[in-house]
């Protein structure tokens, strides 16, 4: 049976932070150590994690450089064999983590990634996000998207690429994805639901408060997979990209078109 390490990072959330840690602790699998990464909240957030301390494997209260950083340094002290992270907004859906564990247990596959559902801060379902064929030139044209909270791994991967990118602070798991792709990481779906992303006005994807570090981002994953910059011609072969994200799916097609997309949505 395989251990399950999952990592929550958490800073002024607590609007949603104790359903984040409770869809962790209430799984119904043994195996799941569970850190919780808090760089210095103010907003009772800590309090909500010492309300579950007793649930939590380990604490680590101290500052970090973003996200990545945080998130780096809670894997620092995992000691699982499969590795997940997930937002202090966003929820695991209950039997996720024995569902991810017999499917890695079952294939010799590194990163398996499930569906999420979209979902508001009252927790009102929005639509089905699906995750994708994961391919370096999609990803290099930002037409792949694997759901982080429905996505896990094994530690040899992670471990094999050094972790996160602690420099990026938009998109630190697609250029994970990317990284693990490079290093000749394995990938595949499941067509089950796992996990649920949180929209709301604070949200990266919602606000999209940090469009133009995004694109930087994306950018420097752009010469870290074709190995060289962008073009003009770069547009039309994303263009192309997006097109056929949208047609080889039919069902993520009409999520699209009828409840309406992701980025810079809040209800």
């Known amino acids: ?12 959330q607590a609007e949603f932070l104790e359903r984040t840690i409770r869809s962790v602790v209430d799984q119904n699998y043994p195996e799941v150590e569970y850190i919780v990464v808090d760089a210095g909240s103010t907003d009772g957030s800590r309090e909500i994690i010492e309300h579950y301390r007793s649930r939590i494997s380990r604490v680590i209260y101290e500052p970090d450089r973003g996200p990545a950083d945080g998130l780096n340094k809670g894997f620092v002290h995992a000691t699982g064999d499969v590795f997940a992270y997930l937002n202090s907004d966003d929820v695991l859906l209950p039997g996720a983590v024995r569902s991810a564990a017999a499917f890695l247990n079952s294939s010799d596959v590194d990163v398996v990634s499930a569906n999420a559902i979209i979902i508001d801060a009252k927790d009102r379902h929005l639509r089905i996000g699906y995750s994708e064929p994961f391919s370096l030139k999609m990803s290099a044209y930002n037409a792949c998207t694997l759901f982080q909270p429905a996505t896990f791994f094994r530690r040899e991967v992670f471990e094999r690429v050094g972790g ?25 779906l499941a067509d089950e639901v796992w996990g649920a992303c949180r929209l709301h006005p604070q949200s990266i994807t919602s606000s999209r408060r940090l469009e133009q570090q995004i694109q930087a981002d994306l950018q420097r994953m752009f010469r870290k997979i074709l190995g060289r910059d962008s073009k003009g011609i770069d547009r039309l072969v994303a263009q192309a ?8 799916s039919p069902r993520a097609l009409y999520e699209r078109v009828v409840k309406g997309p992701m980025v810079g949505r809040i209800a």
């Open 1 to 12: 049976m395989h251990k399950v390490s999952i990592i929550t990072i958490s800073f002024n």
């Open 164 to 188: 996160f990118n602690a420099d990026n602070k938009s998109c630190w798991d697609a250029e994970l994805w990317v990284d693990m792709a490079l290093s000749g990481a394995r990938f595949a």
């Open 241 to 248: 990209c997006r097109l056929h994200r949208h047609l080889r």
